[in-house]
């Protein structure tokens, strides 16, 4: 691994389709024993609050949002997916990390 890359992790998520044997080989000459992958040196854990705080947070979260005033239209959907994201902020996501 680089020295830039050093302190870098990268995850994968339980998807499958982005576990062909040249991606993970791409993936380990770039990020070495900082992989956590199924096929990685880090195994993933499928199911990790830990690991994965926007799956069990931000997507619900902005979700509920996104459709809280029903959107008729794909450019009122677009708004307010604009909206919400802008709107979070980034004490909100430490304190997601944090617990």
Aim: aromatic share 10%; glycine share 4%; proline share 7%.
């Amino acid at each position: 691994m680089s020295q830039t890359n050093s302190e870098l992790w990268f995850q994968q998520d339980g998807a499958t389709c982005p576990t062909a044997r040249a991606t993970i080989d791409l993936l380990k000459d770039t990020f070495g024993d900082h992989l956590i992958s199924r096929f990685g040196p880090v195994n993933r854990p499928p199911r990790s609050c830990d690991l994965t705080p926007l799956d069990y947070f931000l997507w619900g979260y902005v979700k509920s949002l996104v459709y809280a005033d029903k959107p008729q239209t794909l450019d009122h959907l677009e708004d307010n997916i604009r909206r919400v994201i802008a709107d979070i902020r980034p004490q909100m996501l430490e304190k997601v990390i944090e617990n």
